[in-house]
């Protein structure tokens, strides 16, 4: 592996879309961006375009670092450093770098993001852990689903796009609702089904060295639906085959609630 600088960060201002454009050949196991004068809070709307392509979308950097903590993939946010993983560190050796990713088949990399109105003096710099050139492969992509629920209780959500495999859902609430449980049925048959505490204990035994992002309310409390706990990514869930994928979370109150799906698929997928 090598560490190395990624100079071309553009247009780093209060109000702006930045943009970093990466050099491509290479394949890339993580991003790590070091803030100064920005909070996670004030980098929103982060995209991550191969070709022009979206393949990850994150609602802010705050939102991926929750991921990243929940993972347990190591934390500089204190010091003002975030990373955006395409290796799976969380993972077993097998699995680890199976969605690292390749370029060498690619014309452009890009990370945007805009940046609060309210930043004084932000900037950003970027690094990057690459590896030897490989052509694009595998690849985890990350779609946000927002949806608003108008009463509180068991709620559903049956939309979620189907074809590639999903690694994990990540529900996150607003501040007016929270999540009590969460149930997730394919083809009728419940495969996971459990409180936030129950689920919480399970994925945090050291087995699974999980630290759930559950939390004790508020805005952006995570609920994590992880199909890969065993450490292996050919357990994550196959949905080409099913008819119907639901999830059913319960809520205290009406509100906002954004899935965060993290797939495993091929470039010219969803």
């Known amino acids: 592996m090598s560490f ?10 209060p109000g702006g879309t930045f943009t970093v454009a990466f050099p491509t050949g290479r394949t890339y196991r993580s991003v790590q961006l070091k803030l100064t004068a920005l909070t996670a809070a004030q980098v929103t709307n982060l995209t991550l375009k191969l070709n022009g392509k979206a393949i990850k979308d ?19 946010s204190a010091n003002g450093y975030y990373t955006e993983h395409f290796s799976r560190p969380e993972l077993n050796a097998n699995s680890r770098d199976a969605t690292a990713l390749g370029t060498a088949n690619i014309d452009t990399m890009t990370l945007e993001g805009v940046i609060d109105p309210a930043a004084v003096g932000p900037a950003i710099a970027v690094k990057a852990d690459v590896a030897a050139p490989r052509n694009i492969g595998l690849m985890t992509k990350v779609k946000q689903f927002p949806v608003t629920f108008a009463t509180g209780g ?38 996971i089904k459990g409180s936030v505490a129950d689920l919480a204990d399970f994925e945090s035994k050291a087995e699974r060295a999980r630290v759930p992002q559950s939390g004790a309310g508020g805005a952006g409390t995570a609920l994590s639906l992880d199909f890969c706990l065993s450490g292996d990514l050919a357990d994550a869930l196959v949905t080409a085959s099913l008819n119907d994928l639901r999830i059913e979370p319960t809520l205290t109150a009406a509100g906002q609630l954004t899935a965060v799906v993290e797939y495993l698929d091929q470039f010219a997928g969803i």
């Open 154 to 191: 068991k709620q559903q959500l049956s939309n979620l796009p189907r074809g590639p495999r999903i690694i994990a859902v990540h529900l996150f609430n607003d501040a007016n609702t929270l999540l009590t449980e969460a149930r997730v049925e394919a083809n009728s048959v419940t495969i």
């Open 58 to 76: 994150w609602a802010s950097l705050a939102q991926m670092s929750t991921i990243n903590k929940y993972y347990v993939r190591g934390d500089g």
């Open 4 to 13: 190395v600088d990624v100079p071309q960060v553009s247009n780093v201002a």
